[in-house]
């Protein structure tokens, strides 16, 4: 058997190793789906955590494997993480933004009592 043959062979099974590893994903975000992970049924950020980890899990082999980013320089892989870090950041400001004006009685949509108090306040 000559190197070349071994190379097609061992990417044939690293690529058949993914797709079970794919299914396998799928199949467990599927009977995750049917787990309660919050206390109360109204707040599904347990959930939505959870969904988020395994499709990040599915996310990371698709991109190593498929678009070959495992053998890549580093450079790229720090602008990936680079990317995901701000993409992160950018998420959890609408967040962060209401947290700051928690206690704070805003409308946000500018009611009636809003304006008459801007009103007022110019007056």
Do not use: C
């Not at 959890?92 to 805003?106: E, H, Q, R």
């Amino acid at each position: 058997m000559s190197d070349s043959e071994h190379d097609i062979k061992k990417h044939i099974l690293v690529y058949r190793n993914v797709f079970i590893a794919l299914l396998f994903f799928t199949v467990l975000t599927v009977l995750v789906s049917y787990v309660e992970f919050d206390a109360t049924e109204r707040y599904i950020a347990g959930a939505v955590f959870i969904g988020l980890i395994i499709a990040s899990a599915k996310g990371y082999l698709v991109a190593a494997h498929f678009m070959h980013l495992n053998n890549e320089k580093p450079m790229i892989n720090w602008s990936l993480i680079l990317t995901v870090i701000f993409f992160i950041v950018l998420l959890f400001m609408p967040l962060l933004w209401d947290m700051n004006n928690m206690g704070k009685d805003i409308d946000y949509w500018g009611g009636e009592d809003q304006q008459i108090e801007m009103y007022n306040d110019v007056n």
